[in-house]
């Protein structure tokens, strides 16, 4: 199969304007979703916009309404990856546990990343020979990282977790441990239960942390 032209290096493109009306809006959701298909069906390096806008059942014409390279509707597609696994209210849902929220924390994440392994793989492919991508990578997991750092401080302020400790260096090495297990498990091939991994890395955290349950009043 031909390929298209290889992953350009260089600055990312400048922000689109989204679509203003709904049918547009429609349309561009479609080749997004089509894109997704086509990559994880062909590979990044495989996938053709002939095929994109043939899944999508639209023109060919109509994707450059949208979109201007596939670096960039993969780049759309990894953004609402990103989007579904930062899990931004599982913490808010926890507050007053602790423990339960770091192990919320972690099933989502590797739920999302069982769902979705992939993409995931396709984006540490992609990240090894695009330099724009490689960022998006690291962006995600500095993400990941600071949200959790926050978290730490938060504990180590309440009295909960060990105050010795660099949450920012805590967070990533813990955030990179859950990563690199779901990688593990979901791309590479290993065959750990889901829920009994879920269960070691979030006891890993506790100890980790050296974490207690805040006292009920």
Known sequence: M???ASPRKGPAAPERVPPRTARGARTRARLVQAARTVFERDGYLDA?????TSEAGTASGSFYTYFDSKEEIFRAVLEE?????????VRELNEH???GAIE???RAYLESFQRNAQLMRLLEQVATIDDDFREMRKRRADAFMRRNARAIQD????GLADPTLNPLLAAGALSG???RAAYTNWVLGEDWDADELATTLTQIWI?????QQPERG
């Open 177 to 179: 441990m859950v990563a």
């Open 48 to 52: 053709r916009l002939a095929d994109i």
């Open 155 to 158: 504990l180590q302020a309440a």
């Open 97 to 99: 546990d602790p423990i």
């Open 207 to 211: 100890n980790a942390l050296k974490l």
């Open 104 to 106: 919320a924390s972690n």
């Open 2 to 4: 031909a390929r298209e």
């Open 81 to 89: 990856l990103e989007d579904e696994m930062l899990h931004p209210h």
